[in-house]
């Protein structure tokens, strides 16, 4: 439960409006606390740090806040929508969880309502002279901080809506996602191969809802399944499809309440989620190359630069090493996602999308037969199967008997020392 919960309060954060909330209530409070802390101002600052010295930079910090806060507002949205028509939605919903943009509206925002509420307050009588040495003090480190963030916004606005910005968010949550997998392979449970390894007489754990596999709460999931002394054996995966009714898991013995409380375990949304699920960072990757290649946009050089990144990916996650203790709840068997998996979801699109361009398809073997020469057997043989359906897509699409030539060529260097 502290997994999910963990999980459900990084994903809220992420959120725009809800940092602008914390950002709009810490404001109010700011410009409300001012009276408590009269107390401890010297009697000599009140004459020059009175409302008249105050009230001109509240003034001026609310009306210049309001103009930037629009300006910016209009700036992310535009920014967003010509990425998300150059890549694809998915990376739309990547940029949104972008801390920097969110905490540089929201400070704008809250300074906004800081000044507002302050001049309210002013106007009201509810300050006396000695919190009004407290609101300028206040102020001064209200308009620090719009200095720090207006130029940290500056410099962000030179990369935001950019292809490169956008790849550079993207690689950045499949790094995250491959590396979260390759110290737990198995989410913190017992790998096994498959459903045949289930043992017959299982009692079904079925999914209360239809939609996406978002997250497993394997800690939770583990303690129920240790207190009720059964084993679990998850038979799906975070980012697999499920509907109502559905398995979800096998379990070796307990009741209905206790099928109800594992099936609790899972989140299950519309939309799906990179945390646990690497395969969908790199299909966000991967379909923003498909979208360069699409007649419209024609920029095969975006689809080989994608390639670059997630052979990048794909090799950190083949040499990274398992954690010490990768196996958390020996109670909970789930299957462990391989290099097929990966290979296939980074590179599928690739191949089909791709076929007709030998610079592309040329750069896609490279990969491959450098994932393979330095991997695992299952690497290697993953690579193999791709490289194999490489060869038959350009024998396909290729124009010319020079480039399916050229393409079946560079197959050797793979069996090479």
């Known amino acids: 439960m502290i997994s999910k919960l963990f999980f459900e309060l990084r994903r809220i954060s992420r959120i725009l409006w809800v940092r602008i909330a914390l950002i709009l209530v810490l404001s109010i409070l700011a410009a409300l606390g001012a009276e408590l802390l009269d107390p401890l101002i010297a009697e000599e600052f009140k004459d020059r740090f009175s409302a008249e010295a105050t009230l001109p930079i509240l003034t001026i910090l609310a009306n210049s806040m309001l103009a930037v806060t629009t300006f910016s507002v209009g700036v992310m949205v535009a920014s967003h929508r010509a990425i998300a028509e150059q890549t694809t939605p998915r990376i739309h919903r990547l940029l949104m969880e972008d801390t ?4 540089v509206l929201a400070t704008f925002i809250g300074a906004f309502t800081y000044a507002l509420s302050a001049i309210i307050l002013f106007r009201a009588g509810y300050y006396s002279p000695e ?8 102020t001064v480190l209200v308009v620090a901080g719009v200095i720090v963030s207006i130029v940290r916004w500056i410099d962000h606005l030179s990369a935001l809506g950019s292809l490169d910005h956008a790849l550079t968010v993207a690689d950045a949550r499949a790094r995250e996602a491959l590396d979260v997998h390759a110290k737990a392979p198995a989410l913190g449970a017992t790998p096994y191969d498959g459903e045949h390894d289930i043992p017959a007489g299982t009692q079904r754990v079925v999914s209360p809802t239809s939609g996406y596999i978002r997250l497993i709460d394997i800690e939770h999931l583990g303690t129920i399944a240790k207190e009720a002394g059964v084993s679990v054996y998850l038979t799906r995966c975070p980012g697999d499809t499920v509907l109502t009714g559905q398995t ?6 307990g009741d209905d309440a206790l099928c109800d409380d594992l099936a609790a375990c899972v989140m299950i949304d519309a939309l799906r989620s990179p945390e646990q699920d690497p395969r969908y960072a790199l299909h966000v990757l991967g379909e923003t190359a ?19 990144r997630l052979e990048r990916r794909l090799w950190d996650w083949a040499r990274t090493e398992p954690s010490d203790d990768p196996v958390k709840m020996p109670m909970i068997y ?3 996602l391989g290099a097929s998996d990966f290979l296939e979801t980074a590179f599928a699109g690739l191949m089909r999308d791709g076929a007709g361009q030998i610079e592309v398809l040329c750069r896609l073997q490279d990969a491959l037969v450098t994932l393979a020469a330095d991997g695992s057997d299952d690497m290697r043989q993953a690579a193999r199967d791709l490289l194999d359906q490489v060869e038959a897509h350009g024998d396909t699409a290729l124009p010319t008997e020079a480039d399916k030539a050229r393409l079946r060529s560079r197959r050797g260097r793979l069996d090479q020392p």
């Not at 498909?290 to 670059?308: C, F, M, Q, R, W």
Request: charged share 20%; net charge positive.
């Open 290 to 308: 498909t979208k360069a290649l699409s007649p419209g946009i024609n920029d095969p050089g975006t689809a080989v630069e994608v390639i670059i």
């Open 248 to 253: 979800l898991a096998r379990v070796d013995g």
């Open 100 to 103: 920097r943009t969110q905490t």
């Open 131 to 138: 919190a009004s040495v407290v609101v300028f003090v206040v």
């Open 334 to 336: 789930s299957r462990p």
